[in-house]
Structure formats: C-alpha cells, structure tokens
C-alpha cells in the first residue's frame, strides 16, 4: 500500500486545515490509519488513529478536542480535521496504515513501529 498525505499550508493560529490521505496498491478498508507529526529536529508522534470501520478513534492529548480523524471508506480516503491550530502544531504530517493486522482497534496503536506503510508528509505551519 502506497500513501500520498496532503492538504499541508500555512495557517494563521486558531484557523483551520483538513489534510487528506489517500492510499492506493492495496486493501484499504480492513486497516487502521494513523496520523504522525514530527516538528522540525524532533521525533515523530502519533497524533490520532482511526479503526479499519473508522467508529473508534484515539487521539493524543495536545490534540484531543481540537483535531478529528475520520475515514471515507468509499472513497479510499483518511482525512486529519484541525481546529483552532496553535504555532506548536507546526510539523510535518505523515499518514501511515497498519497493514499487517486488519481489524485491529485504534487503541492498540502507539507508536511508529506498529505501522507499516507510509506516505511522504505534508506541511502544515501556523503562523502566531
């Protein structure tokens, strides 16, 4: 499975950026879905995951109430909603899908190493 994430600008704080990920090469809607950020010189973090049927999702704490997952299973697309964006939240954002294990729930997921496909990340910068 291959991934383009997409959707990354610049945004002034407390505006708003919906970015989008798009598989293709394989099954699609059997997978989680993870979104990653990694701000410049620092790690990459798990942001939010969605379940293959997308009813069960996780967020990580700075973004929880803020940003939404959801996944379009149709349409073979994952979208990140972000709202009320901070200049923290300035990062390069990654998509990934665990394809190793279909039907898994969102609140397994925890880091990098549980997934296994990754799209190249698209920029998001938010400007104070």
């Not at 699609?28 to 069960?56: C, H, T």
Request: glycine share 10%; charged share 20%; proline share 3%.
């Amino acid at each position: 499975v291959q991934l383009q994430a997409s959707g990354g600008r610049l945004v002034q704080t407390a505006g708003s950026l919906r970015l989008s990920c798009t598989p293709s090469g394989g099954t699609f809607d059997r997978y989680a879905m993870g979104w990653f950020r990694q701000p410049k010189g620092q790690q990459r973090d798990l942001i939010a995951v969605i379940n293959w049927s997308g009813v069960e999702t996780k967020y990580e704490y700075s973004v929880k109430g803020r940003f939404i997952v959801s996944r379009d299973n149709a349409k073979t697309t994952v979208y990140l909603q972000m709202n009320n964006l901070k200049p923290e939240d300035t990062a390069v954002h990654y998509c990934a899908a665990d394809i190793r294990r279909p039907w898994y729930r969102a609140s397994y997921y925890d880091s990098e190493s549980d997934f296994g496909s990754w799209g190249q990340g698209t920029e998001v910068t938010v400007s104070s």
